[in-house]
């Protein structure tokens, strides 16, 4: 088999980025008239990613019949398809001089399509409605995976394409055979979440717009919202609503399919359901006690408002409607902690990921177990399957490498001039995908004040933590190269 990259097929995939990405844009416009706003930041946009797409598909080769995508050229498919959506999602700030900055821009930009949350706006309630129907729109198309939306909205690519599908959401478990069923299905769901959930919100009195940029930011576990303070200052009731589409949206979206198909089953033997679940129950409970007892607040306040912050840490949304950092010290210690548990697989949320954590858990009980039974053979499994050794070593060796990443990000922060605390959680929250973290960039902050090289690094590393790390450092290998 060759070795070389197929470069014909990873055009004709970045072109249908290209295109999608313009209708998305040119859509916005419709938004901007309706506001009796500045139509041409989205027109120029629009018509510089069209161009773009139609210059490589007159540029590129035929392919052959027969030709399908490998791994090898899946890789660096994913990887540029998020680095062009990110430069080319930055142009509305830029021509709207919202965020006249460059490198802010595609902070901003990145920030949204990686689901990430974190932004540099100090005032956001200032920004034409468009803009901001834009910057929750980033989320919503992030959420789902432009990936996805080229095998389900293209199908006249004509590749295999499972291997784009699996390195950018990690969706590993199959519900039908064919790859394009999959992707309808779990598209399908998506939309349906962010329709309940934004009639739900407009049952709160929440307003049409807002509730529309709520639930794309809740849905694709972003965090983006139209207003300064968040979550904070809407009633309970709708902090309740975004609470539970937030857990629903961590949540892997096969689970929701066999919710779907009354399959109650395969739900009820979901052991990372039960893990993730678990989690959040026991981290809520911990810090629903510390702040009824240590901050003398109402046991349903301070019920919500741990339970609010503690799901969106879990599940990398990053909605806020307190300030942690107010919080008992071990409170907010535990939320920092809480951004490097990511919520399920197969869901919108980023992060190390629920099940990697049950797996290390799995080993260490393995290991108590082999020291009282030395001669035992004792296999790991998981929803009743035998995990392999393979398998096993992949998982402990990507937590490792997750860890070293983040202490290698977190030194060279330190290094540039950032205090530890907010260094390590900037580090933590871009490749978590979570939003704000602590210390100067807590949730009553954002990352405006940070240097300009530090945002080039975090951006950058909001793409590595949604592309789950392999998928871009392989890139960086001599093998890789090699034909």
């Not at 999608?20 to 844009?25: K, P, Q, T, V, W």
């Not at 006249?100 to 949350?117: I, L, N, Q, R």
């Not at 965090?223 to 609503?241: A, E, H, L, M």
């Not at 609470?243 to 009820?268: A, P």
Request: hydrophobic letters at 50%.
């Amino acid at each position: 088999m060759s070795n070389r990259l197929y470069v014909n097929i990873i055009l004709k995939i970045i072109s249908r980025n290209l295109f999608i990405m313009s209708g998305a844009l040119l859509f916005c416009s419709i938004i901007a008239l309706y506001y009796s706003e500045d139509i041409f930041p989205f027109i120029y946009s629009g018509i510089i990613s069209a161009t773009l797409g139609f210059l490589i598909v007159i540029k590129k080769s035929p392919i052959p019949n027969g030709q399908s995508l490998r791994k090898r050229d899946a890789y660096l498919t994913v990887t540029l398809s998020w680095i062009i959506i990110g430069l080319i999602g930055s142009l509305p700030y830029i021509f709207s001089k919202t965020i006249p900055s460059f490198t802010d821009a595609v902070f901003e930009s990145v920030s949204g399509f990686t689901t990430t949350g974190s932004s540099i706006l100090t005032d956001i309630e200032s920004l034409p409605k468009s803009i901001l129907f834009w910057r929750s729109l980033t989320h919503w198309i992030g959420g789902i995976g432009i990936i996805v939306l080229v095998i389900i909205i293209m199908p006249s690519l004509q590749i295999s394409s499972y291997h784009l599908f699996s390195l950018e959401s990690s969706l590993k478990t199959k519900i039908q055979p064919r790859i394009k069923s999959v992707g309808h299905r779990i598209l399908l769901i998506y939309i349906a979440l962010t329709i309940l959930e934004t009639i739900l919100l407009l049952f709160g009195g929440m307003n049409l717009f807002e509730s529309v940029c709520h639930a794309f930011g809740t849905i694709a576990t972003g965090g983006f919202s139209p207003k300064n303070t968040s979550i904070g200052d809407y009633s309970s009731y709708i902090q309740y609503v975004v609470m539970i589409f937030m857990l629903l949206s961590g949540t892997n979206f096969i689970v929701h399919y066999y919710l779907f198909k009354r399959e109650f089953r395969k739900v009820k033997t979901n052991e990372e359901l039960k893990f993730y679940l678990w989690v959040v129950f026991i981290l809520g409970t911990i810090i629903t006690a510390a702040i009824f007892f240590n901050m003398n607040k109402p046991l349903e306040e301070s019920f919500r408002e741990s339970f609010f912050q503690v799901i969106s840490i879990v599940t990398c949304t990053g909605y806020a409607t307190a300030d942690y950092m107010l919080w008992p010290n071990f409170a907010w210690i535990i939320i920092f902690f809480a951004m490097f548990l990511g919520g399920s697989t197969g869901s919108t949320a980023g992060g190390i990921k629920m099940v990697r954590h049950l797996i290390v858990f799995k080993n260490l009980s393995r290991s108590f177990r082999k020291y009282l039974n030395p001669n035992a053979i004792i296999n790991l499994r998981l929803n009743k399957k035998t995990i392999s050794n393979e398998a096993n070593s992949s998982i402990l060796t990507f937590i490792s490498i997750y860890m070293l990443i983040f202490l290698i990000g977190s030194i060279i922060l330190i290094i540039i001039g950032l205090d530890f605390t907010t260094a390590g959680s900037s580090v933590a929250t871009c490749m978590a995908g979570i939003g704000p973290g602590i210390g100067s960039v807590g949730p009553a902050n954002n990352f405006a004040h940070l240097p300009e090289t530090a945002k080039i690094i975090l951006t950058f590393l909001m793409i590595v933590g949604r592309l789950e790390i392999y998928t871009i450092l392989i890139l960086f290998t001599r093998n890789y190269w090699r034909t």
